[in-house]
């Protein structure tokens, strides 16, 4: 008798980035700078929707900027000082060019993950294509320097559609969704 096998459902693992900007594309003010200069409202959105995820990546200057904050939940820290993964309580620290992230991910049984940045994270998941939704804060501000949201070292294009817009506060402040492909 000729029996056809079930297949595992594949699970999808959904990755949405959060970045707050300047009005000229900056994420900070320097590698050293916090986010105190973004609304209380993106980050009263930030805060509500950090609950809906299992798990956040993050490089290892935002690690260390806002440590007290994200030891609280699992965060994935990427950095190169690693070989293979290190775990410490609900951090991980983690060398993507060293291990296989997608399979990492998938091992801790992760469904939903945060992207919270800085530059070199953004762009590993742009690279990678694993990115599937970015909600942009665009704050009211000029910094003329500072940390760009992005940081990659050729040129390429990557298109995102817009999903939303709204306004955040009476400054001008404005939350932008996107979803990544067309």
């Not at 000729?2 to 999808?12: A, G």
């Not at 007290?68 to 820290?77: H, M, S």
């Amino acid at each position: 008798m000729n029996q056809k096998r079930k297949l595992p459902l594949k699970i999808k693992i959904s990755f949405t980035a959060y970045v707050a900007s300047s009005i000229d594309g900056r994420i900070a003010k320097s590698g050293d700078s916090g986010t105190d200069w973004t609304s209380k409202e993106d980050w009263f959105f930030f805060q509500k929707s950090l609950k809906k995820f299992d798990a956040v990546v993050v490089g290892h200057n935002t690690f260390r900027i806002t440590k007290a904050q994200l030891k609280k939940r699992n965060t994935i820290v990427f950095t190169s000082k690693i070989n293979k993964p290190k775990f410490c309580g609900s951090v991980i620290f983690f060398n993507p060019k060293k291990s296989n992230f997608k399979k990492f991910i998938k091992s801790q049984n992760y469904k939903k993950v945060a992207v919270l940045g800085g530059p070199k994270v953004y762009n590993y998941f742009l690279e990678n294509k694993i990115l599937d939704e970015l909600f942009v804060t665009i704050e009211p501000v000029v910094f003329t320097t500072g940390v760009p949201m992005f940081s990659g070292k050729l040129f390429r294009k990557y298109k995102f559609s817009l999903v939303s817009t709204k306004k955040l506060n009476k400054n001008g402040t404005l939350l932008l969704k996107y979803k990544y492909g067309n």
